[in-house]
């Protein structure tokens, strides 16, 4: 799996370079805006399965990264991408989710310091999946309930979106929360019938509905 790696810090980049190439990456590490538009977009470069970008790059220490993602998933739609942030910045989550093709990911640093976690993020996004914070969820989650959009869903149903909204398929919801996938499957139904979302096989088109729902 070839990996695009955009991360300003030294320490950080090579920590996470190594570990990529330890799970079997081949890694293309960059440092800043102008290099990252480069290996994203190069035609005379082969397109990277996925590209993991720190959201703060220079030239400018604002949104670098995650505007050199949009600009090549406009011009490469589909190429999956795992933005990494310092902070919650719900308007980041918002508009890389604004697309909705999914392969897609939004972790937050703290996150990447457990492998497991972070190489399965890396795994899923590339295989078309996508992964969000559960923090960047919960701030998604109490904007909806604060506007009653998500008002009418139950706790358990609340509970269920929460990790449908991660990428979780429907058998790791019903691991997490201790019951049958049938009942989980009945609660997605109340879920989209509640939201007024129609439902889907697609379980990453199915998450990305319920954000776009929440974040309006």
């Given amino acids: 799996m070839r990996v695009v790696l955009a991360e300003d810090l030294f320490l950080l980049r090579d920590g996470l370079t190594r570990t990529l190439q330890e799970h079997g ?3 293309e590490a960059v440092d800043n805006g102008p290099a990252l538009t480069r290996a994203l977009l190069d035609e005379a470069r082969p397109a990277p399965d996925v590209a993991v970008i720190d959201v703060r790059l220079p030239p400018t220490f604002t949104d670098e990264g995650l505007q050199a993602a ?7 739609p589909g190429l999956p991408v795992l933005i990494l942030s310092q ?16 392969a897609v990911g939004y972790l937050l640093k703290d996150r990447v310091t ?12 590339a295989a ?8 960047v969820i919960s701030r998604l989650l109490r904007r909806g309930a604060a506007r009653g ?19 979780r398929s429907n058998a790791a919801v019903a691991g997490g929360l201790h019951i049958s996938e049938s009942a989980v499957a009945k609660h ?5 019938a509640k939201l007024r979302i129609g439902p889907s096989a697609d379980d ?5 509905a319920v954000l776009a729902y929440l974040k309006r």
Avoid: H, K, W
């Fill in 70 to 76: 949009l600009e090549a998933r406009r011009r490469r």
């Fill in 87 to 102: 902070y919650v910045e719900q308007l980041y989550a918002n508009e890389l989710l604004a697309g909705g093709e999914g």
């Fill in 128 to 135: 078309g999946g996508t992964v969000m914070d559960p923090q």
């Fill in 114 to 125: 457990n492998t497991d976690q972070f190489i399965d993020a890396v795994r899923r996004v």
């Fill in 188 to 192: 997605t139904a109340s879920i989209f």
């Fill in 204 to 208: 990453n088109r199915r998450v990305l």
């Fill in 149 to 167: 959009t998500i008002s009418a869903l139950t706790e358990r149903e609340r509970a269920v979106l929460e990790l449908m909204a991660e990428g």
């Fill in 25 to 27: 990456c081949e890694v």
